[in-house]
């Protein structure tokens, strides 16, 4: 800063434009020696600051972001000399007393009316005057001190310019720098070409500072001597006034402080990287005093217990740990005093009130004479290890009492631990388990499947346990099924690191699953639906031969009412007997036959074997049942009927007619009524031989083979009394067919039709042909022909149209082309006859 003439340069800082405006306007009119530059915060001020020289700083205190004291300080920090007025609204005694502790020259509150701005004058231009007068006695001190120096080094005077240009260099420089005082005075070796250039735009910036404060500038910079040397110089100078071009004249003093520049640097160096690395250590590093004050502490201190360094800095040690560990702590602090070093487990209780267990670590430390300086220390925060040795214990207490076996494995698969249960388990003591292979007490073929299942567990990062079955093989030969639950343990870096297991035995389930499975599968392979009702009569259970019965599934079934199936008539007569059973404890099942009924209403006979399902408290839990169709038994009941009333019915005429035949040819002694009863004998001999086919051959066949249709019925024909009757083969196929039951059918045909083609007074002989079809083959005549309200009822067993016919021979014809899976029509033959026309399931 200029410390002549009277002009007064005034930096302003107020975040208000308006008053801001009204400040400058009224210091500048009215006072013609004080110049204002104003800026709206005091960000903008320090930038100002930096830019320009100013003999006074006048500053607001409400101000955004950093007030009027925050602003105060930083410009002390770099403008220690500077006058500073702090010219606010905002007036208090605190606020006052901050200012002048923060180092303010003047505090002024601002008030009502244009007389302030006076008042505000008259107090620049007195800290202004006062601060120049101090220059002026600085100046004196300096040329004495200039005078008198005998330090080493050299005396100079240089204008303040870039290359800093000499006007006087004492005798000193020649042993400085190796360059004589002439040839630096003469411009000959220029001052500014000696600094090395990494250091310029430090010093300029520097010096360039100082003196825009007006204060005298220390500096420290290396130069390269004439000799090439790189050395240390510090240098002390200031401003002393101007040359007629108005340019500074500085005057100082340069020493060359290389040694000592070196030894800073190291020491500096050395203080800078131990301060860093106490600071970066995550635990709390500290120092006490012999008296147990906090001396210094690293950063970690402040953030664990959430105190302020400030605060830090009047708290004891005893003030940051818990009370209950104070005795305990002193008894350590002490120890560590007299023995060098001491440990202490104690807890720490931050600002908040939040508890810590941490453990410290101290050493007894002395200063540079060897006395007594404090204690220094690591606290380590041992919280969460103490809990985990509190759930380590817990855990081990838990696996201990458990009463499920369990083991550790280490990475090789060796046993590393196992509880107590697991020795009762194995039988041995667990030393003799410990360090032994998983093989000795159990299949190497388990080990090989555990092993496999923990290497998927480790590749397979969406499970972390899985259960396989495995046996145990104890000390006395018993062998266990158990269940095996196993998961990998990894280490801190996520390495495997061994496998834990707990086994829970299931040999008795097992074998209750086996005996279940087994009763499951004699279910399945009965082949007969077998269910099991609750109390409410709700299925719980259906097998899966159901669905064949009803159509519906078993999962379709369970929970719905047995009235899904079987009409209420039926239920009621169930439940009837069900009370039976119930009353009467010698009954152990009942059978009944009823109907069941399928989803399209369709009804099959049934009959149901029920059973009371066992209950442990004795009180009704339901029944279960088999259901055995009977639809066969049924139709072959309804078929013995049929055949008992057409027994009775055909055979009783003609054994009336035999009786009464040979009872008038005994009574009358005429032997021609035998002849009748002959005839009437034949007659029952062809009805039971053809009653036997029918009961014989019922709808099944035997072995089928291909068969040359055309072929076959030329062997039937042949065995055939057929007279006068002809033949015709219309095209040929094969067929697949029980050969002995087709030429039953063809037989019987041609038998009815030799028999029954012509009207008893045609003398013409009846033709018949077989042929095929696209999709099967038939049998036709010219004969007579069949009504066609009669056609229907051609198949019925015993239908017949004439005396002699036994009516049984298109029954067993229907009967065989069911059992081979055909089906057999009557229609018109082209001759006017009748046609047999048999559809078959292969291509013809």
């Given at each position: 800063?200029?410390g002549?003439?009277?002009?007064i340069?005034v930096?302003?800082?107020?975040?208000?434009?308006?008053?801001?405006?009204?400040v400058a306007?009224?210091?500048?009119?009215?006072?013609?020696?004080?110049s204002?530059?104003?800026e709206?915060?005091?960000?903008?001020?320090?930038?100002?600051?930096?830019?320009?020289?100013f003999?006074?700083?006048?500053s607001?205190?409400?101000m955004?972001g950093?007030?009027?004291l925050?602003?105060?300080?930083?410009?002390?920090?770099?403008?220690?000399?500077?006058?500073?007025?702090?010219?606010?609204?905002?007036?208090?005694?605190e606020?006052?007393?901050?200012?002048?502790?923060?180092g303010?020259?003047?505090?002024?509150?601002?008030?009502v009316?244009?007389d302030?701005?006076?008042?505000l004058a008259n107090?620049?231009?007195?800290?202004?005057?006062?601060?120049r007068a101090?220059?002026a006695l600085?100046e004196?001190?300096?040329?004495?001190?200039?005078?008198?120096?005998?330090?080493?080094g050299?005396?100079y005077?240089a204008?303040?310019?870039?290359?800093?240009?000499?006007?006087f260099?004492?005798?000193?420089?020649?042993?400085l720098?190796?360059?004589?005082?002439?040839a630096i005075?003469?411009?000959?070796?220029?001052?500014?070409t000696?600094?090395?250039?990494?250091?310029?735009?430090?010093?300029?910036?520097t010096?360039?500072t100082?003196?825009a404060?007006d204060?005298p500038?220390e500096v420290?910079y290396?130069i390269?001597?004439?000799d090439?040397?790189t050395?240390w110089?510090?240098e002390?100078?200031r401003?002393?006034g101007?040359?007629?071009?108005?340019?500074?004249?500085l005057?100082?003093?340069?020493?060359?402080v290389?040694?000592r520049?070196?030894?800073?640097?190291?020491?500096a160096?050395?203080?800078?990287?131990?301060?860093k690395?106490?600071d970066?250590v995550d635990?709390?590093?500290?120092?006490v005093?012999?008296?147990?004050?906090l001396?210094?502490?690293?950063?970690?201190?402040?953030?664990?217990?959430?105190?302020?360094n400030?605060?830090?800095?009047s708290?004891?040690i005893?003030?940051?740990?818990?009370?209950?560990?104070?005795?305990?702590?002193?008894?350590?602090?002490?120890?560590t005093?007299e023995t060098g070093?001491g440990?202490?487990e104690?807890?720490?209780?931050?600002?908040?009130?939040e508890?810590?267990?941490?453990?410290?670590?101290?050493s007894?430390i002395?200063?540079e004479r060897?006395?007594?300086?404090?204690?220094?220390?690591?606290?380590?925060?041992?919280t969460?290890?103490?809990?985990?040795?509190?759930?380590?214990?817990?855990?081990r207490?838990?696996?201990e009492?458990?009463?499920?076996?369990?083991y550790?494995?280490?990475?090789?698969g060796?046993?590393?631990?196992v509880?107590?249960?697991?020795?009762?388990?194995l039988?041995y003591?667990?030393?003799?388990?410990i360090?032994?292979e998983?093989?000795?007490?159990?299949?190497?073929?388990?080990?090989?499947?555990?092993?496999?299942?923990?290497?998927?567990?480790?590749?397979?990062?969406n499970?972390?346990?899985?259960?396989?079955?495995?046996?145990?093989?104890?000390?006395?030969?018993?062998?266990?099924?158990?269940?095996?639950?196993?998961?990998p343990?990894?280490?801190?870096?996520?390495?495997?690191?061994?496998?834990?297991?707990?086994?829970?035995?299931?040999?008795?389930?097992?074998?209750r699953?086996?005996e279940?499975?087994?009763?499951?599968?004699?279910?399945?392979?009965?082949g007969?639906?077998?269910?099991?009702?609750?109390?409410?009569?709700?299925?719980t259970y259906?097998?899966?031969?159901?669905?064949r019965?009803?159509?519906?599934?078993?999962?379709?079934?369970?929970?719905e009412?047995i009235s899904t199936?079987?009409?209420?008539?039926?239920?009621n007569?169930?439940?009837?007997l069900?009370r039976?059973?119930?009353?009467?404890?010698?009954?152990?099942?009942?059978?009944?036959?009823?109907?069941?009924?399928?989803?399209?209403?369709?009804?099959t006979?049934?009959?149901?074997?029920?059973?009371?399902?066992?209950?442990?408290?004795?009180?009704?839990?339901?029944?279960a049942?088999?259901?055995?169709?009977i639809s066969?038994?049924?139709?072959?009941?309804q078929?013995?009927?049929?055949?008992?009333?057409?027994?009775?019915?055909?055979l009783?005429n003609?054994?009336n007619v035999?009786?009464g035949?040979?009872?008038?040819a005994?009574?009358?002694?005429?032997v021609?009524h035998?002849?009748?009863?002959?005839?009437a004998?034949?007659r029952m001999d062809e009805?039971?031989?053809?009653?036997?086919?029918?009961?014989?051959?019922?709808?099944?066949?035997?072995?089928t083979?291909?068969?040359?249709?055309?072929?076959?019925a030329?062997q039937?024909?042949?065995?055939?009394?057929?007279?006068?009757?002809?033949?015709?083969?219309?095209?040929t196929?094969?067929?697949?067919?029980d050969?002995?039951?087709?030429r039953t059918?063809?037989?019987?045909?041609?038998?009815?039709?030799?028999?029954?083609?012509r009207c008893?007074?045609?003398?013409?002989?009846?033709?018949?042909?077989?042929?095929t079809?696209?999709s099967?083959?038939?049998?036709?005549?010219?004969?007579?022909g069949?009504?066609p309200?009669?056609?229907?009822?051609?198949?019925?067993?015993?239908?017949?149209?004439?005396n002699?016919?036994?009516?049984?021979g298109?029954?067993?014809?229907?009967?065989?082309a069911?059992?081979h899976g055909?089906?057999v029509?009557v229609?018109e033959?082209?001759g006017g006859?009748t046609?047999?026309?048999?559809?078959?399931?292969?291509?013809c």
């Amino acid at each position: 800063m200029s410390g002549h003439g009277e002009e007064i340069s005034v930096l302003h800082v107020d975040d208000d434009p308006d008053l801001g405006d009204l400040v400058a306007v009224h210091l500048e009119q009215t006072h013609g020696d004080i110049s204002v530059c104003t800026e709206r915060s005091a960000a903008d001020g320090l930038a100002r600051l930096s830019e320009q020289t100013f003999d006074c700083v006048v500053s607001d205190h409400d101000m955004p972001g950093m007030d009027g004291l925050e602003f105060l300080k930083v410009v002390r920090e770099e403008y220690e000399e500077l006058p500073f007025i702090l010219f606010t609204g905002k007036g208090n005694e605190e606020i006052a007393s901050d200012a002048i502790s923060a180092g303010v020259t003047e505090y002024l509150q601002k008030g009502v009316g244009t007389d302030q701005y006076a008042v505000l004058a008259n107090r620049i231009e007195r800290a202004v005057g006062e601060r120049r007068a101090k220059s002026a006695l600085e100046e004196s001190e300096r040329m004495l001190s200039t005078l008198i120096s005998n330090l080493p080094g050299m005396v100079y005077r240089a204008r303040n310019e870039p290359e800093w240009p000499m006007q006087f260099v004492s005798d000193g420089a020649a042993e400085l720098i190796g360059y004589s005082s002439a040839a630096i005075e003469s411009g000959e070796v220029s001052w500014g070409t000696l600094i090395k250039e990494s250091e310029t735009e430090r010093l300029w910036e520097t010096v360039q500072t100082c003196i825009a404060a007006d204060e005298p500038f220390e500096v420290s910079y290396q130069i390269e001597t004439a000799d090439g040397e790189t050395r240390w110089m510090w240098e002390r100078g200031r401003v002393v006034g101007t040359d007629d071009d108005g340019v500074e004249i500085l005057e100082g003093f340069i020493t060359d402080v290389t040694t000592r520049e070196e030894r800073e640097r190291e020491l500096a160096n050395q203080r800078a990287f131990t301060e860093k690395l106490i600071d970066s250590v995550d635990d709390m590093f500290y120092v006490v005093g012999p008296d147990g004050s906090l001396v210094r502490w690293n950063d970690t201190v402040q953030s664990v217990t959430g105190y302020t360094n400030e605060e830090l800095a009047s708290m004891g040690i005893e003030a940051l740990i818990a009370d209950s560990d104070h005795d305990k702590l002193w008894r350590i602090f002490e120890e560590t005093l007299e023995t060098g070093y001491g440990t202490i487990e104690a807890g720490v209780e931050t600002a908040d009130g939040e508890r810590l267990q941490y453990e410290f670590k101290g050493s007894l430390i002395e200063d540079e004479r060897g006395d007594m300086f404090g204690i220094a220390g690591i606290g380590r925060d041992i919280t969460e290890r103490k809990r985990r040795e509190r759930e380590l214990k817990e855990y081990r207490t838990l696996v201990e009492n458990v009463g499920d076996p369990m083991y550790v494995l280490d990475r090789t698969g060796t046993i590393e631990m196992v509880n107590e249960a697991m020795a009762v388990h194995l039988g041995y003591d667990r030393s003799e388990i410990i360090d032994s292979e998983p093989s000795r007490f159990m299949p190497e073929g388990d080990v090989e499947r555990g092993t496999a299942l923990i290497r998927d567990l480790i590749d397979d990062d969406n499970r972390t346990w899985a259960a396989y079955e495995m046996r145990t093989i104890a000390a006395d030969g018993t062998v266990r099924i158990n269940e095996d639950r196993v998961a990998p343990l990894f280490d801190e870096d996520g390495n495997f690191d061994g496998t834990v297991g707990v086994m829970r035995e299931t040999t008795e389930r097992k074998q209750r699953e086996r005996e279940l499975e087994r009763y499951e599968t004699i279910i399945e392979a009965v082949g007969d639906p077998v269910y099991t009702l609750d109390d409410e009569g709700v299925f719980t259970y259906v097998n899966e031969a159901i669905e064949r019965l009803t159509g519906l599934e078993p999962d379709e079934l369970v929970g719905e009412h047995i009235s899904t199936i079987m009409a209420g008539e039926d239920i009621n007569r169930g439940s009837d007997l069900i009370r039976t059973m119930l009353s009467d404890p010698t009954r152990q099942n009942v059978t009944f036959e009823t109907d069941i009924v399928d989803q399209n209403g369709e009804h099959t006979p049934i009959e149901i074997h029920i059973a009371l399902l066992p209950a442990a408290d004795e009180e009704f839990n339901g029944t279960a049942g088999v259901i055995r169709d009977i639809s066969d038994r049924k139709e072959r009941e309804q078929q013995l009927a049929e055949f008992a009333s057409v027994v009775s019915h055909d055979l009783r005429n003609p054994l009336n007619v035999v009786k009464g035949r040979i009872s008038v040819a005994r009574t009358s002694g005429d032997v021609s009524h035998l002849e009748a009863a002959e005839s009437a004998a034949d007659r029952m001999d062809e009805l039971i031989n053809d009653l036997l086919t029918l009961a014989r051959q019922g709808d099944t066949v035997g072995e089928t083979t291909m068969i040359d249709l055309v072929s076959l019925a030329s062997q039937a024909w042949i065995d055939v009394e057929t007279g006068e009757a002809t033949l015709e083969k219309d095209g040929t196929t094969t067929v697949e067919a029980d050969a002995a039951r087709l030429r039953t059918v063809f037989e019987n045909l041609f038998r009815n039709s030799v028999e029954h083609g012509r009207c008893a007074d045609s003398a013409a002989p009846v033709t018949v042909s077989v042929g095929t079809t696209d999709s099967g083959f038939y049998v036709a005549d010219d004969g007579v022909g069949i009504p066609p309200e009669e056609r229907d009822d051609v198949f019925e067993r015993g239908y017949t149209t004439r005396n002699t016919g036994t009516g049984f021979g298109l029954a067993i014809v229907a009967e065989i082309a069911q059992a081979h899976g055909w089906s057999v029509s009557v229609t018109e033959s082209e001759g006017g006859g009748t046609r047999f026309e048999f559809t078959t399931s292969s291509e013809c």
